[in-house]
Nanobody
Framework: QVQLVESGGGLVQPGGSLRLSCAAS????????MGWYRQAPGKQRELVAT???????NYADSVKGRFTISRDNAKNTVYLQMNSLKPEDTAVYYC???????????????WGQGTQVTVSS
């Protein structure tokens, strides 16, 4: 019913920047909170940043001041601008959205397939 598709990952040198995008599509009535999570090899998935429909943001301490989350409600898209990247930012980044679908108005949590971010020289 709802699909999330991430893009923008890749290989970048320490200190570099990347911008991730996540577009939601399908039987969407309204999208509430959106967010980015990441999972490094051998570690649990962790929150990176979230944003409410009214643009209230929340960040993990490890990315504060370096990453910026934003969204375009008209495009059902959330972004993550990542600056001053460090090797410890290497992970698969997942998009998440809290969505109310059309017709049934059921509300659920949806995830993208993930995009790899590698920070290495």
């Amino acid at each position: 019913q709802v699909q999330l598709v991430e893009s923008g990952g890749g290989l970048v040198q320490p200190g570099g920047s990347l911008r991730l995008s996540c577009a939601a599509s399908g039987s969407i009535f309204v999208i509430y909170d959106m967010g980015w999570y990441r999972q490094a090899p051998g570690k649990q998935r962790e929150l990176v940043a979230t944003i409410t429909r009214r643009d209230t943001t929340n960040y993990a301490d490890s990315v504060k001041g370096r990453f910026t989350i934003s969204r375009d409600n008209a495009k059902n898209t959330v972004y993550l601008q990542m600056n001053s990247l460090k090797p410890e930012d290497t992970a698969v980044y997942y998009c998440n959205a809290d969505v109310m679908v059309q017709v049934t108005t059921r509300r659920g949590d949806y995830w993208g397939q993930g995009t790899q971010v590698t920070v290495s020289s």
